[in-house]
């Protein structure tokens, strides 16, 4: 089991950027694709990226071209860098570890706390 920590969140204005981590615990980390997840007051929770063990990024196509998802292994971290923020971007954002055939099937049914974006206009 993968345990996440996430943090980065804020208030920031629209055209602005923001840096998420996901701090994971657990030696095999580094074997699983990992996902960053957002949801908004009333909304479902939707995957928003992945990245896989090797380092692969998939994005949803609401945030390709503005955000960037990344890792470091050796931290066992997975990052998510915010830029060009919109204001339906605003949400609490989350991580887990994902299914490497299908990103929107999670791991683990154990979530953190997320971290709070919102993005004013």
């Known amino acids: 089991q993968v345990q996440v920590v996430e943090s980065g969140g804020g208030l920031v204005q629209a055209g602005g950027s923001l840096r998420l981590s996901c701090a994971a615990s657990?030696?095999?980390?580094?074997?699983?694709?990992m996902g960053w997840f957002r949801q908004a007051p009333g909304k479902e929770r939707e995957l928003v990226a992945a990245?896989?063990?090797?380092?692969?990024?998939h994005y949803e196509d609401s945030v390709k071209g503005r955000f960037t998802i990344s890792r470091d292994n050796s931290q066992n971290t997975v990052y998510l860098q915010m830029n060009s923020l919109k204001p339906e971007d605003t949400a609490v954002y989350l991580c887990?570890?994902?299914?490497?055939?299908?990103?929107?099937?999670?791991?683990?049914?154990?979530w953190g706390q997320g971290t709070q974006v919102t993005v004013s206009s």
């Open positions: 887990n570890a994902v299914s490497v055939g299908d990103y929107e099937l999670v791991l683990f049914s154990s």
């Open positions: 990245i896989s063990s090797g380092g692969r990024p």
């Open positions: 657990g030696r095999t980390f580094s074997l699983y694709a």
